[in-house]
């Protein structure tokens, strides 16, 4: 179907994407890619398209599609990453890719020309056709996709992911041969907490150190003293901070879709975070934002009615098959004591590695969901079968044959 023609007078584009983030951008990424017949125009409230991030996904996490996609925007890659944990050191050899903010903004202005990027752009109000800014200015589109970021989360329970991220350059080398993505031998504060490793550079490693808290309020000071003390720790000499980043994400463990999607406060198509594309658990939201992107672009009917059923049934399928994420994130924050959660995560990286990356990527199957649960768990029984019992009662989460395929693991 055809988009529907825009009004005449303004600005106009085939398809208006607000916000030039991750969510956004792939989206731009993507309609270049496959609908260069479309024009786009993309709006981002700074100067710069991105923010200021560092975003890692494992190369399992991708299709064909999604990995050439991709592909120009990985600023490094390794063949495998380590886990450590105060039982046991681990390295998997599943390869592991990390972006950053610059090289989105590069790659973005690579692919779409100068006049479909429109920055410092304040998005005051939109419709699915128009989009209006605090300048005054007024553009019209054959549909409007809204990928600004989580903007409320209303219904929704479970903690937060929060983290301080620093790329320290070093005196000498920091002789990491590959990503340290859980660091779990550290002192246990505020939740689970752990510190994460990508060595970018031989002398220049981001170090960026993370809760599974309860409260989302962050330190940026202490958590700046945790990380220079946990640099120490590794024998490296910081010379300086070269980039430094922080967050707050959730990690979901209920909720109701239709009043997530309500939270927008207007009709036009979601994207990103700000439709519920990300995994319920981890909080990664690469893997879900390519993948939305990508079957976007391949969509065949591309009108506004068509994009907004779309993008909405899209967000509905991965709120529904996200149900034993959610109530893994349950179990977390509801049955495992903030000291002890970390015996969750070393329980599952013992698991098979193949597991592991459907984990990741979203993709468990329902052998991989009993063996997650299978055996003694590592928090109270009570406490977990307390959680289960609640999630069942939840119809919009957890029907009753789900809730039979994975509470007989518990023993």
């Given at each position: 179907m ?7 007078g303004a ?8 916000g ?24 981002e409230?700074?100067?710069?398209l ?39 050191v ?7 890719r990390?972006?950053?903010s ?10 779409l020309?100068?006049?479909?990027l ?10 699915p056709?128009?989009v ?50 859980m660091?779990?031998t ?10 994460y ?6 002398d ?8 599974y808290?309860?409260d ?18 590794m ?21 109701d ?15 990103g ?51 034993y ?17 970390y ?21 468990s ?10 055996g ?36």
């Amino acid at each position: 179907m055809p988009l529907t023609p825009v009004a005449m007078g303004a600005t106009q584009a085939d398809i208006a994407i607000l916000g030039g983030g991750l969510a956004g951008g792939l989206v731009a990424l993507a309609l270049a890619r496959w609908r260069p017949d479309l024009s786009v125009m993309v709006f981002e409230r700074d100067a710069a398209l991105g923010g200021n991030h560092v975003w890692s996904f494992f190369a399992t996490d991708l299709s064909a599609d999604g990995e050439e996609l991709v592909a120009p925007l990985v600023d490094a890659a390794w063949a495998g990453y380590d886990v450590r944990f105060p039982d046991y050191v681990r390295t998997l050899v599943t390869p592991y890719r990390a972006t950053t903010s610059h090289r989105l903004d590069r790659v973005l202005r690579q692919a779409l020309p100068a006049q479909a990027l429109v920055t410092g752009a304040h998005v005051v109000a939109c419709t699915p056709t128009g989009v209006t800014l605090a300048d005054g200015r007024e553009f019209a589109a054959g549909a409007v996709i809204d990928a600004r970021g989580i903007h409320d989360l209303p219904s929704i329970t479970g903690g937060w992911q929060k983290f301080l991220g620093q790329r320290l350059k070093l005196a000498r080398p920091h002789r990491l041969a590959r990503p340290i993505v859980m660091d779990a031998t550290v002192a246990q504060h505020d939740g689970y907490r752990f510190v994460y490793c990508l060595p970018f550079a031989s002398d220049e490693v981001f170090v960026e150190d993370t809760y599974y808290a309860d409260d989302p309020a962050l330190d940026r000071d202490l958590l700046a003293q945790r990380i220079a003390a946990y640099a120490r720790a590794m024998g490296w000499e910081v010379l300086g901070v070269v980039a430094e980043e922080q967050g707050v994400l959730p990690v979901v463990a209920g909720g109701d879709f239709d009043r997530l999607r309500g939270a927008a406060g207007h009709r036009a198509a979601l994207a990103g975070t700000r439709a519920g594309l990300f995994h319920p658990l981890t909080s990664y939201s690469l893997p879900d934002g390519l993948r939305f992107a990508v079957a976007l672009a391949r969509w065949p009917g591309l009108g506004t009615d068509d994009i907004s059923t779309f993008c909405e049934q899209y967000g509905r399928s991965h709120w529904n098959k996200g149900w034993y994420y959610r109530m893994l994130s349950a179990m977390l924050f509801a049955a495992a004591q903030p000291a002890d959660r970390y015996r969750v995560l070393q329980r599952f990286y013992r698991l098979d590695r193949r597991l592991i990356e459907r984990f990741y990527a979203g993709q468990s199957s329902l052998a991989d969901k009993a063996r997650i649960l299978a055996g003694r768990p590592p928090v109270p029984i009570g406490a977990a079968l307390g959680v289960l019992t609640g999630l069942g009662a939840r119809a919009n989460q957890l029907d009753q044959g789900q809730l039979d395929q994975v509470s007989g693991g518990i023993s």
